[in-house]
Each structure stands twice: as structure tokens, then as C-alpha cells.
């Protein structure tokens, strides 16, 4: 029996450079480890970086250890995620749960491309949301991904989404991704955090996403001038990434941009919250 492996060198002999972009077979490719059971509800650690297909570069390695290591985030939302076909497993996240969602695995490099949220836990569900449409050029969709995880003491869980929003297509492509979120977090009634790189680089683009988070209850991680001016931007338009959240309350010293980090062109950001139920 052929494995995928097989299949895609297969395919990449065949096709590339000619055809190089293939569809996965996969919705999640997913790897526990049970440290807890449930977020500490008083205080959830969150990280979110575009990290622009560095997963396998000594300089962005390094730099994520660093991050690991002095801020200790319980989760992790990271954009434009490498993982090779034939990875077993992540050692810089060996003592966390992860969920990687793929959107096209790249042949020639025999590697996914895509989304990963890890966390100290294991999600109680988890789903990935593709694209109807495809960004032009390479044809390949963008993909979010929804996780659920327990909190301590509470009844509630927090659901949390990491997406990537379409890029390089006409508005009512970007709407309609926005609407499928919009319907996916909707029906959550406890806690909820949106995060991930929006593409947000018009004004209209950002207009949209902020009648959504309105809708949805969702504020903004309030980073302050000097943080907020330090997240991906194109020239002077509104920041592609966000933290967005309901429900929660936030450590607003803790809110932070680590513009020191240069191994991705987008910065990492980093907030804290705490869960009371009321």
C-alpha cells in the first residue's frame, strides 16, 4: 500500500514545478499530550504569530524556544505553519497538545502548509473551516481552526478560533469567509478568542472584520500606542493580526508585540486573561 509520502513524491516528480500545490486528504492532523485537564482559568497565556513558513529555520526556532521559555503561553495560535509530511512529531511543543490544520501541502518542499493551535490541554472538539474560494496564482483556499477547551472550576468552556483570512480576491470572497466564522462562533455561548492574521489592508476590509467582532460581543486586545504600532501593517493601513475575545477579562500590563523578534516579517502577540464565571 502507498502511504501519502509515497503518493506526493510521486505527484512532485510528475508535476513540479508545473503543478506543485496539491489538496490534502487530511481536515486536522493532530498530536496530544495529556499535562492537565483543564486551562488554568485564571490565567490563559496566549501567543499568536504569523511566522511566514519559518517552522524549519535555526533563527525562528530559536526565537519560539526563547518566547516558550520567558512567557510560557498556555495558547498558541500560529499562521502559515510548515510541518513536513513525515514529521512524527514537534519537539519545540513535545509537553503540548497541538492541532494543525492544513490548507495545501507544497510537493516540491514535502510539506504541509497551514494553521497550528497548541495548548497545554487537549480540546474537548476541534474542526477546521476551509475556503470556498481559492487565492489566485498557487489556487490554494485559506483554512481556520475551531478548538474547545475545558477551564478549571467551571461549567463553561472557552472556545477559541485561529484564522487566516483570504487574501488577494475581491471583497465579497473576503465576506463570505468572515460570514462562516461569524456562523461558527455564534453558537457559543461562554467564553471566546478569535485570533490569527486578518488580512485586514484596506479599510474596508478591516470594516468588515470590526462589524463581525461587534456583532459576536468580541473586543480587542487593547496593546498600547507603542506596541500597536508595531504589528504587520501594509504602508499606512490598519495591523493584519489580532487577538479578539469575549467573556474574558484582560491583563492589560501583560498585552505585548515583541518587536525585538525579526525572524518572521510579522511580529508575535502576546496577552493574557482570567475567567470568572458569573
Avoid: C
Amino acid at each position: 500500500m502507498v502511504d501519502l509520502k509515497e503518493k506526493v513524491d510521486i505527484l512532485a516528480k510528475k508535476f513540479v514545478p508545473s503543478y506543485r500545490f496539491l489538496r490534502p486528504q487530511e481536515s486536522t492532523i493532530d498530536r496530544s499530550h495529556i499535562l492537565q485537564t483543564e486551562l488554568n482559568a485564571s490565567s490563559i497565556k496566549v501567543l499568536n504569530w504569523n511566522i511566514a513558513k519559518k517552522t524549519y529555520d535555526k533563527n525562528w526556532l530559536q526565537d519560539f524556544l526563547n518566547i516558550l521559555e520567558q512567557y510560557q503561553p498556555d495558547l498558541i495560535f500560529l499562521q502559515e505553519f510548515r510541518l513536513d509530511i513525515d514529521a512524527k512529531n514537534l519537539k519545540e511543543l513535545i509537553n503540548m497538545s497541538w492541532n494543525f490544520a492544513p490548507n495545501f501541502i507544497d510537493a516540491h518542499h514535502q510539506s504541509y502548509s497551514g494553521i497550528l493551535t497548541a495548548a497545554k490541554i487537549s480540546p474537548l472538539h476541534k474542526r477546521a473551516i476551509i475556503t470556498k474560494h481559492y487565492e489566485p496564482i498557487i489556487k490554494t483556499p485559506k483554512v481556520s481552526l475551531i478548538a474547545e477547551y475545558s477551564l478549571s472550576h467551571n461549567q463553561n468552556s472557552l472556545l477559541t478560533i485561529n484564522s487566516h483570512l483570504i487574501n488577494f480576491v475581491n471583497i465579497h470572497k473576503f465576506k463570505t469567509q468572515l460570514h462562516e466564522l461569524e456562523i461558527a462562533l455564534s453558537t457559543h455561548q461562554g467564553p471566546i478568542i478569535f485570533s490569527g492574521d486578518f488580512n485586514t489592508w484596506s479599510q474596508k476590509r478591516a470594516l468588515l472584520l470590526y462589524k463581525v467582532v461587534t456583532r459576536l460581543g468580541l473586543t480587542p486586545v487593547a496593546f498600547t500606542p507603542h506596541h500597536s504600532k508595531k504589528i504587520k501593517r501594509f504602508l499606512l493601513s490598519p495591523p493584519l493580526d489580532y487577538i479578539f475575545y469575549r467573556g474574558l477579562k484582560e491583563n492589560k500590563a501583560s498585552a505585548r508585540v515583541l518587536e525585538n523578534i525579526n525572524s518572521s516579517d510579522h511580529k508575535p502577540l502576546l496577552a493574557e486573561f482570567s475567567y470568572i464565571q458569573t
